[in-house]
């Protein structure tokens, strides 16, 4: 392959780089070598690149950096403003003010503050403290009552489910007959066991004790008992 | 680069930190690309500050397909500095005092003997010189090239040229760049 000067100083770049194809590389090597015109061009450009690539990164001043800062988003305190406000978008902090606001308001509802009618009075210290003092203690006997109650209706419940399972129990439980209560019987039958008759007398007190809580029942409750 | 788009994502969003992110990032290229075209320190800051005014205001055109933010920076950097070449080609005629200041250049200075070291940055300075006397056609792409350290296809993409126009203009511009230099007396050894 033969290589001239124009072809040497238009594929210098690509020699230098390592472009060249290995055909074209020896090419320009054997070229340069025997010219005297190419010779040099190629040291003084190669020299020149190699001063190039020496060429370290200049420091921009400190100042640089802020002075855009400003240029584009105002001053220093402006930027920290807007960036406050910008993180006050954030749902962390938007469902925590939401949480303190809830808690703030049950507090509020729990000593007794109206919110209908909204008074200065309400908020003095003094007053929170005596109705909240107030409200824990009705809702505490509120909820002894409810215990209670509960307790009281889950006890005839039980009561019925056994006497319902079992009627021939219930049958032979219950005296068709109060017995006579005086000591010592003269008509020849035998007296309920003593176990029998409270038992008898609890079971009678109980639905009593039903009919007047639920009224509504009392109709099927009688014709139970008159069976 | 992905995480450029991201923080021009987040800029276009309205989060300021990311801007200042951006902004640190690429504080230090923009500026040497500026100092290496017009070699005065003072208007590289100046132009470095152009050009993030003008990203900033043109941040919704950025597109991260149509190449990395890096890119669209130098574009925009080229665009300025060539603008900013045409507006003063008039007024540069001496350069003041300050701006013959040497500055100081953090590659691998450290451990360098300080004979060494004023002999590179003495080469460094001439260099410099020899850069701003050329055209500004050869001159910006020698920079991206020899510089930035750019490949061909981003060059071409900043300078809107076809390829092989831009291997040409950095060919001339080497050769030009080794002769200035001879000029200067600067020799091979």
Redesign the interface.
Known sequence: MTWTCEQT??????Y?DGLLQPAEHTAFDLHVNTCERCTP?V???????G???????????PR??D???T???GPQTW?NA??WL?GLQSPRFVYSVVSVAATFLLILTASGFSLRKPKLADLAPATIYRRADSQAHIVYARSVKFVSDLRVVYEIQSRMNENEQNPAVREEAIPQTAPSKDPGRTDGTNPAAPRQQNRANDVARNLQILAAECPLLTGSFGERSSR | MEQDAQLVQQCLQ????A??EL??RH??RV??IC??FTGN?AE??DL??DV??RI?RTLASYRSAHGGFATWMTSVTRNLLIDHYRRTKRDRVTDSLEDKMP???????AGRRPDEQAL?GE??G???S?LTRLSPELREA?ILR??QQLEYGEIQTILAVPEGTV?SR??RG??E???V??QMG????
């Open positions: 100083e238009a594929r210098l770049s690509d230098l061009l040291a003084s450009v190669s020299h020149a690149l001063a190039l690539h020496k060429l370290g990164q200049v420091e921009p001043s640089l950096v002075s855009i800062l240029a584009t988003q930027r807007k960036r910008h | 309205g989060e300021g930190s801007w200042e902004v640190r504080t230090r500026f040497n100092y290496r320190r590289s800051e470095s500050q993030f005014l900033y500055v100081v250049e953090n590659k691998e200075s590179l080469l460094s001439q260099v410099q020899a020698v020899d510089l291997k950095i060919n080497r050769i760049l080794a002769r230099l001879q600067v020799r091979p050894a």
